[in-house]
């Protein structure tokens, strides 16, 4: 079974300070590894992908993440936040030939002046 | 592109009530995905389909749901009846097939059942 774990419900940053927001999955097989961001009232909205390849993943709006497959981790990072990436931010992961994501419970993120 | 779009936005009804939520996937994409979002189970795929034929509904709550795809730019979820525990927000979503699992939301059906 396939499964992700988002171990922090709510992070508070200041803005202008680094992020990480840490993803930890478990997957058979090769895994697809997602990052979703949703702000209030919206959908989701995808910010990265990993599929293959170079383990660093670089996405919209500045964010990063890092596939480490002997951590069974996708954290996702950012350098400077600014106080438009308050939202919420969901792990997903699937696999080659599976269209089921599944997706973490989600990080609520909130930026501080 | 128009994205996927996902009708009404907002609705209340009363418990017993039928509601009907409506999802045009994006032009072009052959897998569609229902999800429900609440606060205590977060996101859960409750249905999804490929070429029009439901793949998987194991994540269906009970027979008081059913979901259908006549063709391929339109989709429905149906509760009949409605409980208060189905209040959630409600979103569709489409991919392309191509198997890598990358999906598109719409903005979401918020229902409230009263």
């Known amino acids: 079974a396939q499964s992700v774990t988002q171990p922090d419900i709510h992070i508070t940053v200041s803005e202008g300070a680094s992020l990480e927001l840490r993803c930890n999955y478990s997957y058979g097989a090769t895994p697809y590894l997602f990052w979703y961001v949703q702000s209030p009232g919206q959908g989701l909205q995808l910010l990265l992908k990993y599929f293959s390849g170079d383990t660093l993943v670089q996405g919209i709006k500045g964010f990063e993440a890092e596939f480490k497959r002997s951590q069974s981790s996708f954290n996702l990072r950012k350098p400077s936040v600014h106080w438009s990436d308050a939202a919420e931010y969901f792990c997903a992961v699937g696999g080659v030939g599976n269209e089921k994501l599944t997706f973490g419970t989600g990080t609520r993120l909130t930026i501080i002046p | 592109d128009a994205g996927v779009i996902q009708s009404p936005r907002h609705e209340v009804t009363e418990m017993g009530q039928e509601v009907t939520l409506r999802c045009k996937p994006i032009?072009?994409?052959?897998?569609l995905f229902w999800y429900r979002q609440t606060m205590m189970r977060g996101l859960e795929l409750l249905i999804y389909f490929n070429n029009n034929v439901p793949i998987d509904d194991s994540g269906m709550p009970e027979d008081r749901f059913s979901a259908k795809m006549p063709n391929a730019s339109f989709s429905t979820l149906k509760i009949q009846p409605s409980e208060p525990r189905d209040s959630a927000v409600y979103f569709c979503a489409s991919s392309d097939g191509d198997h890598t699992g990358e999906l598109f939301f719409g903005e979401g059906s918020r229902l409230t059942v009263l």
């Open positions: 032009s072009g994409h052959n897998s």
